[in-house]
């Protein structure tokens, strides 16, 4: 590279450094995106920005070069810098969106069509695509062939309709899943959830989109569901790349979708299908919607219901198949809000780590996102006629630890929600597989209290079977304060959560601050084992009396300075914290 310039990494976490890329930019037509990486081409004699450019995932964005310097083939060595660190980070290969003009100067980068519009072309470098398209290639198919391209983001009856009703006009059908971890639901979660649930339709083949069509890539706005002056581009981008790849792959004739009289963007896609898919002879087949109750079943509606904490309302949108990953949702959504409760008394929050050393927020997070693949494995295992071995959810749970630590680098982030969760998770399920799907009775004859019963004996089984814990901290505290510990609590089928604190939850209902006086209550009626194995019975007394007295008369400054004493004192009510999410995960379940 010419040594009047060199290209370095430009931190934009840094206010100053992020204002010098967007003034960059905007001179040169350009608004900053989102990025994870950004490399700047600085002139050497005044250190001023000349290029620059970055990449989000595996698509290269925000590629700029001034004027007085675009001769001077910097372009070639600042896109080979950004393809050389995606590489490293993991990406094999990288896209861009580029002016049709600009096609034939990165083909001699190595960049290979994907797509074409009259407005941009979609290109990539690597092998991705032909990878790809040999794959499909291996997918076994005769007669009239069909396909369908779903998210599912979670699986519905509507989902479901869609393919049995597309199944009976084809000879072989394609259910190809939107590969993408932007949705609510991971990309694993969904694929499973629709294998499971399609797995034993003969003519039905579930394969993947490998991140091509309607992903973050081809198609951002899809995500956001909203329409911009880029929309119409991604949606004629995303339709070619299908005709050039996926049709010649898998001999498609036919595409099935679903109708959309909610979501425009949707709609707008589905329209856009009917004008060019013809032209190479695919038809294109819309289903009208299921509906229940006058109103056509969508997932959003199943997202909805789990926002508000209504797990009834969303089995009855899905299939059975589907519940096992709708409880693990809820769980990581415990966690996620006992996380976000802030401010917390010494405990890791969006503001501080409280009294933790090894703990911030970021690690938290990273630790629950690792934990929920056991969450959904918990849910499995427990959805069946009879309870799992007891081993088989300790090696689960063992699984989970594992996990959590390689995420955390070592640090016990979640332990004792490992524990706590996993039982729970287990006997829901198992409560739901022989109450709501055997016998159909979740809503009916079974009034609350007979649910949560049902699910706390089924706890208090499983944690009776596990042997009594020797060398851990919670074992030394049992054995000199003379108090229950996790295991205690658990063999109890958890009655102080089901007589107190989720009654005493579903009593602040929409009060702005009902995490934190949950947390308040639980604090003050619990022997939190972390608290006694770190301090003392003194202590233990202390912050119960300090919370409850704090929930007599609450405010958010109360917490903040109980939080500044814990702090101050390297107190940490960790026990207290696995409750509040359990408690929370309760709510959601039962109602």
């Keep these: ?281 695919v038809e294109v087949v819309e289903i009208e919607r299921l509906r229940k109750n006058g109103s056509p079943i969508s997932a959003s509606n199943v997202r909805k219901a789990l926002d508000h904490a209504d797990l009834l309302a969303a089995i009855a949108l899905t299939p059975y198949t589907t519940w096992p990953y709708l409880l693990s949702n809820l769980a990581t959504k415990a966690l996620l809000q006992e996380l976000n409760t802030t401010p917390k008394p010494g405990l890791v929050d969006c503001h501080d780590s409280g009294a933790h050393q090894d703990m911030d927020y970021e690690k938290m997070h990273r630790s629950i996102m690792a934990l929920h693949p056991s969450f959904t494995t918990f849910c499995l295992d427990g959805f069946q006629q009879c309870l799992p071995s007891i081993e088989l959810v300790r090696m689960v749970g063992q699984e989970a630890e594992h996990n959590m630590l390689y995420a955390t680098g070592g640090v016990n982030t979640h332990k004792g929600a490992v524990f706590s969760m996993g039982l729970t998770l287990v006997a829901a399920a198992h409560f739901c597989f022989k109450y709501v799907y055997r016998l159909g009775a979740y809503g009916s004859f079974l009034e609350k209290e007979q649910r949560e019963k049902i699910i706390s004996e089924c706890i208090a089984e499983m944690a009776r079977k596990l042997p009594a814990p020797t060398g851990t901290h919670g074992a030394e505290v049992q054995g000199k304060y003379k108090i229950g510990g996790a295991l205690a609590n658990a063999q109890s089928g958890y009655v102080q959560l089901f007589a107190d604190w989720l009654p005493f939850y579903r009593s602040l209902h929409g009060e702005l601050y009902a995490n934190h006086k949950l947390l308040l209550h639980i604090m003050s009626s619990i022997d939190d084992t972390n608290v006694f194995y770190r301090h003392n019975a003194e202590t233990a007394a202390w912050l119960k009396q300090e919370a409850a007295a704090i929930l007599q008369d609450f405010s958010i400054e109360k917490m903040e300075s109980l939080n500044k004493t814990c702090i101050e004192r390297h107190i940490s009510p960790g026990g207290s914290a696995d409750m509040l999410a359990l408690t929370i995960l309760m709510k959601s379940i039962c109602g």
Aim: aromatic share 12%; with cysteine.
């Design 1 to 281: 590279m010419d040594t009047r310039f060199e290209i370095r990494q430009i931190l934009l976490k840094y206010p100053d450094q992020r204002k010098k890329v967007t003034h960059f930019l905007k001179n040169n037509g350009l608004k900053l995106e989102e990025v994870e990486y950004y490399a700047g081409i600085f002139r050497v004699e005044d250190d001023e920005i000349v290029g620059g450019g970055g990449f989000y995932g595996n698509v290269l964005k925000c590629i700029a070069l001034n004027p007085d310097i675009r001769n001077e083939q910097l372009g070639t060595s600042l896109v080979s810098h950004l393809i050389s660190t995606a590489f490293y980070k993991g990406y094999t290969s990288v896209k861009l969106f580029t002016s049709p003009k600009n096609q034939k100067g990165f083909e001699a980068m190595g960049f290979k069509l994907l797509a074409s519009s009259p407005d941009a072309v979609l290109m990539e470098n690597g092998g991705g695509i032909l990878n790809w398209y040999h794959d499909l290639l291996k997918n076994p198919r005769q007669g009239r062939v069909g396909i369908i391209v779903i998210n599912a983001n979670p699986f519905t009856f509507g989902h479901l309709f869609l393919v049995e009703q597309a199944a009976k006009q084809v000879d072989t059908l394609f259910v190809m899943v939107v590969k993408e971890d932007v949705s609510e639901f991971s990309f694993d979660d969904r694929y499973d959830m629709i294998y499971d649930a399609l797995g034993k339709m003969p003519n039905v083949t579930v394969i993947d989109s490998n991140g091509y069509i309607i992903s973050k890539s081809t198609f951002p706005t899809y995500f956001l569901k909203e329409e911009t002056d880029a929309t119409a581009t991604q949606i004629a981008l995303d339709l070619d790349l299908f005709v050039r790849h996926v049709v010649p792959a898998l001999n498609i004739e036919v595409r099935f979708v679903g109708s959309e009289p909610s979501d425009s963007l949707t709609r707008r896609y589905n329209e856009a299908m009917k004008q060019v898919l013809p032209r190479f002879g």
